[in-house]
C-alpha cells in the first residue's frame, strides 16, 4: 500500500501569516497518463471534509486563492499564504493512484494563535 | 447541487451486520463512483469500498471480506453492508463521490455514527 506521510501534525498560525504542509508518499503518484493523483482536504471541527485541491494543484470549485498545492512524484506541499479564522481544522493529502484503495494521510491540525 | 445523505441505524451489536444507504439528490447518481469513507472518533480517514453505477465494485484489502455495496439507480440510493462488526467499526460513515476512475471526493455526506456495542 502506498503510505501517506504529512508533517507537522499541528501547527498554530496567527492570522494572516502564512502556513505551509508537507505530504510525502511511499511512492510515485504520477500515473501514466501523465496526470499525479494528489488530493488535499480540510476537515473543520465537527464537519465533514470538504475538498480543496486535486492533482496537486488545482483549486476545487469555490476554493479561495489563498490556497495553492505543489510538489511532483512523491514530495507535495499545501500552502495557505494567508491564514484566516475559517481555516482551522484538519487537512489531509489522498492519494488515488493506486487503486483500488484510496490512502490518506494522518492528517495536519492547523490551530490559530 | 448535489447532495448526499447517509442513514442507517446508529447502533449495532457485535458480531451483526451494519447496514447504511446513502441517498443522492439534486444531480444523476448515474456514471460516478460512490464511495464509504469511515472516521473513529479522533482518528483519521478510511477508505472502505466504492460502487460505480454499473454495480462494479472496489473494496479495501483489509474490509474486503466483510464488505458488500450495492446500488439502486431508480432510487439514486447505494449502501454498504459490513458483517461480522466488532467495537473496531465503531466511527462516523460517509458516503462521497468520484467522477472518474481515480478521482477524488468532490462531494461528501455529512456522515453518520455508528456504534457498535451490545
Known amino acids: 500500500d502506498i503510505v501517506m506521510t504529512q508533517t507537522p501534525l499541528s501547527l498554530s498560525v496567527t492570522p494572516g501569516q502564512p502556513a505551509s504542509i508537507s505530504c510525502k508518499s511511499s511512492q510515485s503518484l504520477l500515473h501514466s497518463d501523465g496526470k499525479t493523483y494528489l488530493y488535499w482536504y480540510l476537515q473543520k471541527p465537527g464537519q465533514s471534509p470538504q475538498p480543496l485541491i486535486y492533482e496537486i494543484s488545482n483549486r476545487f470549485s469555490g476554493v479561495p486563492d489563498r490556497f495553492s498545492g505543489s510538489g511532483s512524484g512523491t514530495d507535495f506541499t499545501l500552502k495557505i499564504s494567508r491564514v484566516e479564522a475559517e481555516d482551522v481544522g484538519i487537512y489531509y493529502c489522498m492519494q488515488s493512484i493506486q487503486l483500488p484503495m484510496y490512502t490518506f494521510g494522518q492528517g495536519t491540525k492547523l490551530e490559530i494563535k | 447541487q448535489v447532495q448526499l445523505q447517509e442513514s442507517g441505524p446508529g447502533l449495532v451489536k457485535p458480531s451483526e451486520t451494519l447496514s447504511l444507504n446513502c441517498s443522492v439528490s439534486g444531480g444523476s447518481i448515474t456514471g460516478y463512483y460512490w464511495s464509504w469513507i469511515r472516521q473513529p472518533a479522533g482518528k483519521g480517514l478510511q477508505w472502505i469500498g466504492r460502487i460505480f453505477t454499473t454495480g462494479t465494485t472496489n473494496f479495501n484489502p483489509s474490509l474486503k471480506s466483510r464488505v458488500t455495496m450495492s446500488v439502486d439507480s431508480s432510487k439514486s440510493q447505494f449502501s454498504l453492508n459490513l458483517n461480522s462488526v466488532t467495537a473496531a467499526d465503531t466511527a462516523v460513515y460517509y458516503c462521497?463521490?468520484?467522477?472518474?476512475?481515480?478521482?477524488?471526493?468532490?462531494?461528501w455526506g455529512q456522515g453518520t455514527m455508528v456504534t457498535v456495542s451490545s
Open positions: 462521497a463521490r468520484s467522477k472518474f476512475w481515480a478521482g477524488g471526493f468532490d462531494v
